[in-house]
């Protein structure tokens, strides 16, 4: 059974700085891909307006959020991606030191 994430981050509000960001996005390096899809995420979208970035993840039973940071900690790869997009995003106003992706609460769900 596949379970459903929704994460928010923002960019830098730079208009050079997101179409950089937008090139990185669309040539995702293949290590990013593989430790993605090796930490049991099956689906991945991200969503920009604006500034505001919104992250859909379609996940299956293997994946945990301690687990992939763990993982992605130990990745030097992934190290150096992720201070990369340190370039292009800001956290939110609310995100705790060196939180990045911060998680969305569902509030409304349409029911048949």
Excluded at 33 to 55: A, K, N, P, Q, V
Aim: net charge negative; aromatic share 12%; glycine share 4%.
């Amino acid at each position: 059974m596949t379970k459903r994430y929704c994460l928010t981050l923002d960019l830098r509000d730079d208009s050079e700085l997101i179409m950089e960001y937008r090139r990185y996005d669309e040539k995702i390096w293949p290590e990013i891909t593989m430790s993605i899809h090796d930490s049991g995420i099956e689906d991945m979208e991200i969503y920009l307006l604006g500034t505001r970035l919104f992250m859909i993840m379609e996940v299956n039973g293997q994946f945990s959020f301690e687990a992939k940071a763990n993982a992605d900690a130990a990745n030097p790869k992934l190290r150096e991606w992720e201070q990369l997009m340190w370039k292009f995003q800001k956290p939110l106003h609310n995100a705790k030191p060196g939180e990045k992706w911060m998680l969305m609460g569902r509030i409304f769900k349409l029911e048949p």
